[in-house]
């Protein structure tokens, strides 16, 4: 099984501040044959199921704000909230889809300093 | 718009069954695969399973955790997503999501909670 990691597991930022949360996969998620990481960002308000927000690890989701970006390749993935506000407090999960079963990330808890 | 409508959920004893569903509407949901994903309560997301469409004969993938006690089914003229669960253990209280799949899962029903105890 590939094993998602997240980092940290929480984090305190102030609004209109950058949040940068980390998720490492035990294995390559990169499809050789189309060059794509099969890599996913949901987040999760509570009491609300998880949202998608980025796909093959960069691709923005359909009407998700600019000031979320996801990056990486291979086995080291990036989301970055560019200035923080007040509607992004979530919990944020990584997920691979390379191979079953399909795993996330222990998730990583965004808060307002 | 595309929904998904999970039922089904309520209290139950440990070692009893339960009978998810999820309804399915807004899309022709014959075409995806569909999964389950679950979440303890205060924790984490946790994959359950998921089941192809006909044109890949319907065959089914689990997590190890509920693999032999789980199954997942699906009947694509009521548009409804099916998850069995026998054998119920005391972990197995969650909310439990239904999910379509578009290599990631681009749509997620509300959940419905399963609570096992005596």
């Known amino acids: 099984d590939i094993v998602m990691t997240q980092s940290p597991d929480s984090l305190a930022v102030s609004l209109g501040e950058r949040a940068t949360i980390n998720c490492k996969s035990s294995e390559s998620v990169l499809h050789s044959s189309n060059n794509k990481n099969s890599l996913a960002w949901y987040q999760q308000k509570p009491g609300q199921p998880p949202k998608l927000l980025i796909y093959?690890?960069?691709t923005r989701y359909s009407g998700v704000p600019d000031r979320f970006t996801g990056s990486g390749s291979g086995t080291d993935f990036t989301l970055t909230i560019s200035s923080l506000q007040a509607e992004d407090v979530a919990v944020y999960y990584c997920?691979?889809?390379?191979?079953?079963?399909?795993?996330f990330g222990q998730g990583t808890k965004v808060e307002i300093k | 718009e595309v929904q998904l409508v999970e039922s089904g959920g309520g209290l139950v004893q440990p070692g009893g069954s339960l009978r998810l569903s999820c309804a399915g509407s807004?899309?022709?949901?014959?075409?995806?695969?569909m999964h389950w994903v679950r979440q303890a309560p205060g924790k984490g997301l946790e994959w359950v399973g998921r089941i192809r469409n006909k044109p890949n004969s319907y065959t089914t993938e689990y997590a190890a955790s509920v693999k032999g006690r789980f199954t997942i089914s699906r009947d694509d003229s009521k548009n409804s997503l099916y998850l069995q669960m026998n054998s119920l253990k005391t972990e197995d209280t969650a909310v439990y999501y239904c999910?379509?799949?578009?290599?990631?899962?681009?749509?997620w029903g509300q959940g419905t909670l399963v609570t096992v105890s005596s």
């Open positions: 999910a379509r799949e578009n290599y990631y899962l681009d749509y």
């Open positions: 093959w690890a960069s």
């Open positions: 997920q691979q889809y390379y191979s079953s079963p399909r795993t």
């Open positions: 807004g899309f022709t949901f014959s075409d995806p695969y």
